[in-house]
C-alpha cells in the first residue's frame, strides 16, 4: 500500500499549490469479507477529483458525496457502507473521512522516510458509531517523531487503527536487455521501486530505462549492499553466464527474499554448481530463495508474458510472506 499512500502525497501537494482543500478517506474497519481492507485511502479534493479507490468502484461516489459534510464543517466523520447488496461482499466497511492538512515538517518527514526506506506509521482514531466528532482523526508515527492530528486526545475511549507503512518493495534487476525493460515497466506499474543494473561494460542510462529510478553501471563486486533489503527481490537476466555468475556470487548471501535466474533449468544447475564449487561457504538456506526458470508456469512466450509471469510469482511469495510472518496492520482500543 506504500505506493499508493504516495500518490495521495504527490496528489496533495498539487492540490496545495492549488490552494484546494482536500480530505483523507480510510477504510479502519471491516465487518466480514471485503474488496479492500483496513488501512486502503483516497484523497478527494474539493471539487471531488479522487486519488485512489476504497473498492472496485462502487463505494467511492457515496464517499465524495459523504465528504462534501467535512469540507463544509471541517469535523472528521465515520460512516458505514453495507456491501451485502452493493459491492458484492458479505460485510460491512467503516470509512473515516477528516480534513487532510499535513503541514510542511510532516510532508518532510514523510518523503524523508520514504527516501531513507525507513517505516513509520499511520494511527487512525474513530468509532463505529456513524457520527461526526472532533477526537477523530490520523497521527503519524516516526522513529523519532509523532504528528498528532489537531483534535487528539489521549483520554478518548476511540478505537485505534494502527498501519504500517513500509519502505517500498524494491526490484533490482541485473540487465539491461530489452525483456529488462518490460519487466522494469509492469513493476513500476505495481508500485514497485525499480533499480537496474549493468556490468561495467554496459553502455545504458536512465533516458534507456524510463520507469526506473536508477540505472547503475559497475562491476558486480562492487554493489553497495545497502541496496538489498528484505523488501528487495532480485532478477538476474544478463544473458552472459559469466555476467550472471559474478553478479549472483556478490547478492547470494544479502537479505533480500527472492532471487530469480532467467533461463532453462539445466542453465540454473550449472549456475548454481559453479557457486557451490567456490571457497565461500554458504548457508543451504540460502538456495532457497533462489528460483530458476524464474516466473509462474504460464505458457509465457513474448517478454511482456514473462515479466508477468515473474512478477506474479514474486507476489504470490510476498504475498505468503506477509500471511505467515506479520500482519503490517492491526486495530488496537483504548
Not at 145 to 162: I, R, V
Not at 194 to 209: A, C, Q, R
Request: hydrophobic share 35%; aromatic share 10%; proline share 3%.
Amino acid at each position: 500500500m506504500t505506493h499508493e499512500f504516495l500518490k495521495i502525497i504527490d496528489s496533495y501537494k498539487k492540490a496545495v499549490k492549488r490552494n484546494v482543500q482536500t480530505v483523507l478517506a480510510t477504510i479502519v474497519y471491516t465487518e466480514g469479507s471485503s474488496y479492500r481492507k483496513q488501512g486502503t485511502r483516497m484523497l478527494i479534493d474539493q471539487y471531488d477529483n479522487a486519488t485512489g479507490a476504497l473498492s472496485g468502484g462502487c463505494v467511492e461516489q457515496e464517499v465524495i458525496r459523504q465528504s462534501r459534510t467535512v469540507f463544509a464543517s471541517g469535523c472528521p466523520k465515520v460512516f458505514k457502507y453495507d456491501g451485502r447488496y452493493r459491492l458484492g461482499c458479505e460485510g460491512n466497511i467503516y470509512i473515516l473521512i477528516e480534513l487532510f492538512t499535513p503541514n510542511d515538517e510532516l510532508i518532510g518527514f514523510i518523503e524523508n522516510a520514504i527516501e531513507q526506506r525507513q517505516s513509520f506509521h499511520l494511527i487512525s482514531s474513530f468509532t463505529t458509531d456513524e457520527i461526526s466528532h472532533p477526537s477523530f482523526g490520523t497521527s503519524f508515527e516516526f522513529k523519532d517523531s509523532t504528528f498528532y492530528h489537531s483534535n487528539y486526545n489521549t483520554n478518548s475511549n476511540n478505537q485505534l487503527f494502527k498501519q504500517l507503512i513500509e519502505p517500498l518493495n524494491r526490484l533490482c534487476i541485473f540487465g539491461i536487455e530489452h525483456d529488462a525493460e518490460k519487466l522494469s515497466q509492469l513493476a513500476f506499474f505495481l508500485g514497485w521501486e525499480v533499480i537496474i543494473i549493468g556490468s561495467e561494460f554496459s553502455t545504458v542510462n536512465e533516458s534507456d530505462f524510463p520507469f526506473a529510478k536508477s540505472v547503475l553501471t559497475m562491476r558486480p563486486e562492487d554493489l553497495d549492499q545497502n541496496l538489498f533489503c528484505s523488501n528487495t527481490a532480485i532478477m538476474v537476466m544478463s544473458h552472459n553466464y559469466s555476467k550472471d555468475l559474478r553478479f549472483v556470487l556478490s547478492i547470494i548471501s544479502s537479505k533480500v527474499r527472492y532471487i530469480g535466474l532467467l533461463g532453462p533449468v539445466h542453465r540454473r544447475e550449472k549456475l548454481l554448481n559453479a557457486v557451490l564449487e567456490t571457497d565461500l561457504n554458504f548457508d543451504d538456506a540460502l538456495f532457497d530463495k533462489i528460483h530458476g526458470p524464474a516466473g509462474l508456469s504460464i505458457g509465457s512466450k513474448t517478454p511482456e508474458e514473462i515479466a508477468l509471469s515473474i512478477m506474479a510469482e514474486i507476489t504470490a511469495i510476498w504475498r505468503t510472506d506477509q500471511k505467515e510472518h506479520k500482519n503490517p496492520s492491526f486495530s488496537i482500543s483504548n
